[in-house]
């Protein structure tokens, strides 16, 4: 090679490729044949072992760093396809990866989805460009074809495709990658990969009112005249299947129902993209002003802009996305919607499916390995596309976007706490839409403290000026319903007035009134990860985890059905015991609030109430969630009892009474944020009611009424818990006014972990140090090494756990931690978790 050379082409010659095949890991390096053109992200193949194996390009090597390798390097064979992915799409992997202190191949594995290269099939086709008959009259060039070049472009051209699987070609023709090599450079063939064909949109038959009402018509026999009623009740619209069982009527039965015109039976797909039933055909709605103006400013946003989009519960929020997202379709762009949690909101794809048909696709971790392959890889086709998904889901290598949605941007599940990278959605949102050059748009009724402050309040930190920030308000609900009045009880009063009910006085009535009006209600209970223990009324001995420091939660799944123990940390599991392990008694007894007791309570006080459990015991299997809720807004039940879950998206207009069962285990928890999350919880669930005409209340059940949270959600009033909490957090310079890293050293030895935990925190501080930060014991904010503390939960899964807590000022860079780790004895595992939510 001549020193003339360009000196940046000839620096690299070597690339780090990650190899598709199943339990290898790491990166290994390989040769650039001369007249490559190799970028990252391009998928090529290379021998490994006695095989050829599917590889990605992750990084390009110069001969420098490869000198250094102790091993015959062996070259790439071909390249498969280029342009795979785009530079920035790696860039974005890499800032993760340098952002959250983790290796690239860490990320690269939460990125793409399991099984990437292994279905790729290459595939060889003529140019379009290239003429077949053209160039078999160019006799010339073709004189210098080698024979097995020869063979291929006959082959290629005598085919009506012009387009044949390598694999086929290199069984039918001898030399067939020499062949190939001299029509690759010719120009005159591509090789490529094949796009996997979008699924297929489900052909299920669906049964659906054709009118609204439904007739008083001597035509109908009483038992149809039920069925109809019944399917309306049922929101005038159901699968074929499901339908046959909810109605309890046979197919024959619907048929002359549809032959009387008075449903229609057909294929869902039809339906969905605006057909003739005016009970599905979902259309956009006409916009509230404010509704107009939000959406006004969304799509006039040309190149990356980060918008709040904050609106009370029920303002219309969802209705905002989809209007927004017409608009990028029609241009020719996709539009990515991440959620919280999808099983919860099956609602919300409905909606947008109803909307968008088969340009909806979603995407989540509960898919399986093929499904989640299949939706990644026809994303990269290029259609215009929404994309719905989770966490993960930021990920998705979706061209030409639109613009990012995050839904609930508060929501914690955005955040990973292990494996790592340990990242946060809205962060890698950030970077995506800016590299994408499109607006993210973070909606909620109750923004993330940190969110508001950002955007609010720009002055107040330093790092995001530059960007342009939108704030853009919903402050009331669709229609002008008022939001729901919250009346606070105090379960002190109730005591002494000799109420010893978990139901206040006040609950009870409203849940009377509700059922004589033939409303719905919801009961939230929140629970904490051990609240209910098994203990044994002779001798107090409680169940515990054999692995990890908690008591084993009792599990009932079905009534009067066999009882089982299970840890919630670590999984395990066990029949109840007949006796205490302990003393041999028999008096085996569970505690805690749970939503089973919760359920036997109201059955006791309420018998003529019918109830619904909707926690993760009841909706454990697949499509439960949605089964559950359905049954509810069918009216099935009067009351759903459930935790966590009841506060998100459940958009039911005939729900009047929400019930907070004890708000004050969300108050304690042992975090800086807890009061943060206390109140978007409650505000989120109080919420729920009231979303139809009929108006709501809400009944708030407390031990602690004049905490500034309950005062605050009681009002409805975001700004009075803004003000309250950000003057904790500026004065304890906790996120968003300082930094927080954290440590998590794991062993299952008890002493190295401690031990090494103390390193850690030792070298912290000597780093601290050396800036001249000596920590302040008067200053709050400034800079400081907390711990090693051991982790809340001590134990889990036989590993020791503890924790060093970094707090950083704003102003000062997160150091580079990685080099703790080649300080730490081989059972110790440490996990670097930047900006960390969850420090239990
Ligand atoms: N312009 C409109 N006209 C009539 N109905 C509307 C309009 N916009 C929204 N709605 C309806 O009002 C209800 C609440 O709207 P939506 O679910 O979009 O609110 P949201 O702000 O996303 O709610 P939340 O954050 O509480 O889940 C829905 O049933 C929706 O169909
Ligand atoms: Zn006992
Ligand atoms: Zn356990």
Not at 283 to 291: F, G, S
Not at 491 to 501: F, I, T
């Amino acid at each position: 090679m001549s020193q003339s050379e360009n000196s940046e082409l000839s620096a690299f010659e070597g690339v780090e490729v990650l190899v598709d095949c199943p339990g290898i890991q790491g990166l290994y390096t390989y040769r650039i044949p001369k007249d490559f053109n190799v970028t990252p992200g391009d998928i090529v193949s290379v021998p490994f072992g006695g095989r050829q194996l599917g590889a990605i390009v992750i990084r390009l090597m110069s001969i420098v760093s490869m000198s250094t390798l102790n091993y015959t390097l062996r070259d790439i064979d071909s390249i498969v396809s280029q342009g795979f992915f785009s530079k920035d799409y790696w860039k974005l992997l890499e800032r993760v990866a340098n952002y959250y202190q983790t290796s690239l191949i860490q990320v690269i594995r939460t990125a793409l989805p399991p099984g990437l290269l292994g279905r790729s099939q290459r595939r060889i086709r003529l140019r379009r460009s290239v003429d077949a008959t053209a160039l078999s009259s160019a006799s010339d060039s073709l004189d210098l074809l080698k024979p097995s070049a020869q063979a291929l472009l006959n082959a290629l051209s005598q085919s009506s495709q012009g387009d044949y699987t390598w694999r086929y070609l290199k069984r039918q023709h001898k030399q067939a990658t020499a062949g190939l090599d001299q029509l690759l450079s010719k120009g005159w063939v591509e090789s490529y990969l094949a796009m996997v064909t979008p699924p297929k949109p489900q052909q299920r038959q669906a049964v659906s009112l054709t009118a609204s009402s439904i007739p008083e018509s001597a035509a109908l026999t009483n038992r149809q005249q039920e069925i109809l009623v019944t399917l309306q009740r049922c929101g005038g619209d159901l699968w074929l299947s499901d339908a046959l069982q909810r109605l309890r009527t046979t197919s024959a039965t619907l048929q002359r129902l549809a032959a009387k015109g008075y449903v229609i039976i057909e294929a869902r797909e039809r339906l969905r993209l605006g057909g003739h039933s005016p009970v599905l055909a979902d259309q956009p709605k006409p916009l509230t002003p404010d509704q107009s103006r939000v959406l006004s400013v969304m799509t006039g946003l040309t190149g990356y802009a980060q918008v709040l989009l904050h609106g009370v519960t029920g303002s219309g929020k969802t209705e905002v996305y989809l209007q927004a997202i017409v608009r990028w379709l029609q241009a020719g762009k996709s539009v990515l919607v991440l959620v919280p949690e999808i099983g919860l909101t099956p609602q919300l794809t409905d909606r947008f499916r109803a909307r968008f048909g088969e340009q909806v696709c979603v995407y989540h971790s509960n898919l399986s390995d093929g499904e989640r392959y299949d939706t990644w890889r026809q994303m990269l086709n290029g259609q215009p596309q929404v994309v719905i998904g989770t966490r993960s889901a930021i990920f998705l290598p979706l061209p030409h976007l639109g613009m990012i949605v995050l839904d609930e941007e508060h929501d914690s599940s955005f955040k990973q706490d292990q494996p790592a990278p340990c990242y946060h959605t809205r962060t890698v949102a950030r970077w995506r839409a800016e590299m994408a050059d499109c607006p993210l748009v973070l909606g909620s009724a109750t923004p993330a403290l940190s969110t508001w402050v950002e955007v609010k309040d720009p002055n107040n930190i330093e790092t995001f000026h530059g960007t342009s920030l939108y704030y853009l308000g919903l402050p009331n609900r669709v229609h002008q319903r008022p939001l729901p009045p919250v009346k606070v009880v105090d379960m002190r009063l109730e005591l002494q007035a000799g109420n010893r009910s978990v139901f206040s006085r006040p609950l009870q009535m409203a849940l009377e009134q509700m059922q004589t009006k033939g409303e719905q209600g919801l009961l939230f209970i929140h629970r904490r990860g051990h609240s209910r223990f098994v203990s044994c009324r002779s001798c107090g001995h409680v169940m515990d985890c054999p692995d990890c420091d908690v008591s084993l939660a009792y599990h009932q799944p079905q009534n009067e059905g066999p009882a089982h123990l299970r840890c919630h940390y670590c999984g395990y599991g066990q029949r109840h015991p007949d006796e205490c392990p302990n003393c041999k008694s028999p008096y085996l007894k569970y505690f805690g609030s749970g939503t089973q007791r919760i359920v036997h309570e109201l059955q006791s006080q309420f018998p003529g109430l019918r109830c619904l459990r909707f926690d993760s015991d009841t909706t454990r299997a697949k499509g439960a969630h949605r089964a559950l809720l359905e049954r509810f807004a069918a009216g099935e039940a009067d009351v759903l009892v459930g935790t966590q879950m009841l506060t998100k998206g459940i958009d039911l207009p005939q729900i009047t009474v929400v019930g907070v069962v004890a708000a004050d285990g969300l108050l304690h928890m042992p975090d800086y944020w807890s009061g943060e999350r206390a109140f978007q919880t409650l505000t989120q669930v109080a919420g729920r009611a009231g979303r139809g005409e009929r108006p709501g209340q809400v009944i708030l059940q407390t031990y602690t009424p004049e905490h500034p949270v309950i005062g605050a959600a009681k009002s409805h009033n975001y700004q009075a818990f803004i003000d309250y909490e950000i003057e904790h957090r500026q004065l304890l310079g906790y996120p968003p006014y300082g930094r927080l890293v954290l440590l998590r050293l794991t062993s299952p030895t008890e002493v190295e972990v401690e031990v090494a935990a103390q390193r850690c925190a030792e070298q912290l501080q000597a780093w601290l140090t050396s800036f001249g930060h000596a920590e302040l014991a008067d200053d709050w904010a400034g800079p400081s090494v907390l711990g090693p503390t051991p982790a809340p939960v001590f134990r889990v899964a036989k590993r020791y756990r503890w924790h060093v807590l970094l707090k950083l000022p704003l102003a000062m860079v997160v150091p580079d931690l990685t080099y703790l780790r080649s300080h730490l004895p081989k059972s110790v595992r440490l996990t670097i978790d930047i900006d960390p939510l969850n420090l239990s």
